[in-house]
């Protein structure tokens, strides 16, 4: 079955960077398959940060991290991943890898629906 470990999460100050990374198992990661990284901070609903989709083919970010935050994967290890700089406060929460089953075209990237498969999440905690 499908598995996804997030690992590389910590807390750090405002201005600084961590690298997430999410190994899947039981995952192709293939031109029909979409991956996505997504948080939920405590009382909020769970809101989609960045996509890579189609294998790799295009990317999409949530306006929040535009230009600070880059997904990436390594098709060759099966692993996701999600460069976080310039951090801020509001940039904590539990970020949660997703995968999602083949599909020929995704309408949403960023919810949450889209996707099939969850790992069990790491915490990023920015302080200020």
């Known amino acids: 079955q499908v598995q996804l470990v997030e690992s590389g999460g910590g807390s750090v100050q405002a201005g600084g960077s961590l690298r997430l990374s999410c190994a899947a198992s039981?995952?192709?990661?293939?031109?029909?398959?979409?991956m996505g990284w997504f948080r939920q901070a405590p009382g909020k609903e769970r809101e989609g940060v960045a996509a890579?989709?189609?294998?790799?083919?295009?990317?999409d970010y949530a306006d929040s991290v535009k230009g600070r935050f880059t997904i990436s994967q390594d098709k060759a290890n099966n692993t996701l991943y999600l460069q976080m700089n310039s951090l801020k406060p509001e940039d904590t929460a539990m970020y949660y890898c997703?995968?999602?089953?083949?599909?020929?075209?995704?309408?949403?990237?960023?919810?949450?629906?889209?996707?099939?498969?969850w790992g069990q999440g790491t915490q990023v905690t920015v302080s200020s």
């Open positions: 997703a995968a999602g089953g083949p599909r020929a075209r995704i309408l949403f990237p960023l919810s949450p629906y889209e996707y099939d498969y």
């Open positions: 039981g995952y192709t990661f293939s031109s029909t398959n979409n």
């Open positions: 890579i989709l189609y294998g790799g083919g295009s990317t």
